[in-house]
């Protein structure tokens, strides 16, 4: 049977166990959210031997040149020395320098130790009292001197539970930043852009909205945002402010109307669709109904965390 190292500690596991459970089971405390090769939370790095990757797409390719693998998506065939990622030694520090809540949307800002590199629409890993979760960033970066992240802490969760708890001063640790469908190209200045949000699916368009100013987008931008009541459209105020943004804010009941009229300026309409499995599903049909080509539809579906 293969054998994993990990500092001092040696075990065997049987062929083809999976690395996230040998660890844990082990005692290694390794989290993880999705076990789907999504969250990025179950980050190790093989110094010595390889193990089979599933999902080996799932990182950057310079990440994974050097070993960086999500234990979820592998398997041990062989014997193994990993380095289990440390929010200490591999993450950045970031002070909590507001929070605002908005019902049950906490917004979150970090002023991090040292610059993070990102792009609008992409994620990052928070770790917070041993427990880590990706989380959509919503600041602009070389605007913004701050992370921003809106947490929706409707339902009792590991990191929610601790979230709620927070106080301005307190530290978190930021780790993996990586993309997700969902940016903004040069290519689209001129093209119609429809920006569809259910809940905190709004964070990355927030970013992605301002990105698309800034470069002096020229075709029309529709934002779509769907809550569940008055106080989760939390951004209502600054999002009517943005210049020249058709701005919808719509309730959860009335959303079947609201996609109904939705109709496409043009056969060159973007879609960029974020928030839950089940609203990015209903949203994509609607514009695939509308007339909307799939492959001019970006879209991100928020993992369920626990």
């Given at each position: 049977?293969?054998?994993?190292?990990?500092?001092?500690?040696?075990?065997?596991?049987?062929?083809?166990?999976?690395?996230?459970?040998?660890?844990?089971?082990?005692?290694?405390?390794v989290p993880y959210s999705c076990r789907a090769g999504s969250?990025?939370?179950?980050?190790?790095?093989?110094?010595?031997?390889?193990?089979?990757?599933?999902?080996?797409?799932?990182?950057?390719?310079?990440?994974?040149?050097?070993?960086?693998?999500?234990?979820?998506?592998?398997?041990?065939?062989?014997?193994?020395?990993?380095?289990?990622?440390?929010?200490?030694?591999?993450?950045?520090?970031?002070?909590?320098?507001?929070?605002?809540?908005?019902?049950?949307?906490?917004?979150?800002?970090?002023?991090?130790?040292?610059?993070?590199?990102?792009?609008?629409?992409?994620?990052?890993?928070?770790?917070?009292?041993?427990?880590?979760?990706?989380?959509?960033?919503?600041?602009?970066?070389?605007?913004?001197?701050?992370?921003?992240?809106?947490?929706?802490?409707?339902?009792?969760?590991?990191?929610?539970?601790?979230?709620?708890?927070?106080?301005?001063?307190?530290?978190?640790?930021?780790?993996?930043?990586?993309?997700?469908?969902?940016?903004?190209?040069?290519?689209?200045?001129?093209?119609?852009?429809?920006?569809?949000?259910?809940?905190?699916?709004?964070?990355?368009?927030?970013?992605?909205?301002?990105?698309?100013?800034?470069?002096?987008?020229?075709?029309?931008?529709?934002?779509?945002?769907?809550?569940?009541?008055?106080?989760?459209?939390?951004?209502?105020?600054?999002?009517?402010?943005?210049?020249?943004?058709?701005?919808?804010?719509?309730?959860?009941?009335?959303?079947?109307?609201?996609?109904?009229?939705?109709?496409?300026?043009?056969?060159?309409?973007?879609?960029?669709?974020?928030?839950?499995?089940?609203?990015?599903?209903?949203?994509?049909?609607?514009?695939?109904?509308?007339?909307?080509?799939?492959?001019?539809?970006?879209?991100?579906?928020?993992?369920?965390?626990?």
């Amino acid at each position: 049977m293969p054998e994993i190292r990990v500092g001092t500690r040696c075990w065997t596991v049987p062929t083809g166990a999976n690395l996230l459970d040998a660890l844990n089971e082990a005692g290694l405390g390794v989290p993880y959210s999705c076990r789907a090769g999504s969250c990025h939370a179950c980050l190790v790095r093989c110094e010595d031997g390889l193990p089979l990757d599933a999902l080996p797409e799932a990182l950057a390719l310079d990440r994974h040149a050097v070993g960086w693998r999500l234990a979820c998506q592998c398997r041990v065939v062989e014997d193994l020395r990993v380095e289990v990622f440390d929010p200490l030694r591999d993450g950045v520090g970031g002070t909590v320098s507001e929070l605002d809540w908005f019902g049950d949307v906490l917004r979150l800002r970090l002023r991090t130790e040292r610059s993070v590199r990102y792009q609008p629409g992409q994620h990052a890993v928070l770790w917070l009292g041993g427990v880590a979760r990706p989380y959509s960033l919503a600041s602009l970066p070389g605007e913004d001197d701050y992370l921003e992240f809106h947490i929706d802490c409707q339902h009792p969760g590991a990191f929610c539970d601790r979230a709620r708890a927070l106080e301005v001063g307190d530290v978190l640790r930021v780790g993996e930043v990586r993309g997700g469908a969902l940016h903004y190209d040069l290519d689209w200045q001129d093209r119609p852009l429809w920006l569809l949000a259910a809940g905190t699916g709004l964070a990355p368009l927030w970013g992605i909205v301002r990105e698309a100013l800034r470069q002096g987008h020229q075709g029309e931008i529709r934002l779509l945002h769907v809550a569940r009541d008055r106080a989760g459209h939390y951004l209502a105020a600054p999002l009517q402010q943005l210049p020249g943004v058709n701005v919808e804010l719509v309730m959860v009941a009335q959303l079947e109307e609201a996609l109904a009229a939705l109709r496409p300026s043009s056969r060159q309409t973007l879609a960029l669709l974020c928030g839950a499995p089940a609203s990015v599903e209903r949203f994509a049909r609607r514009l695939f109904i509308a007339g909307v080509p799939r492959g001019q539809v970006f879209a991100d579906s928020f993992v369920e965390h626990a």
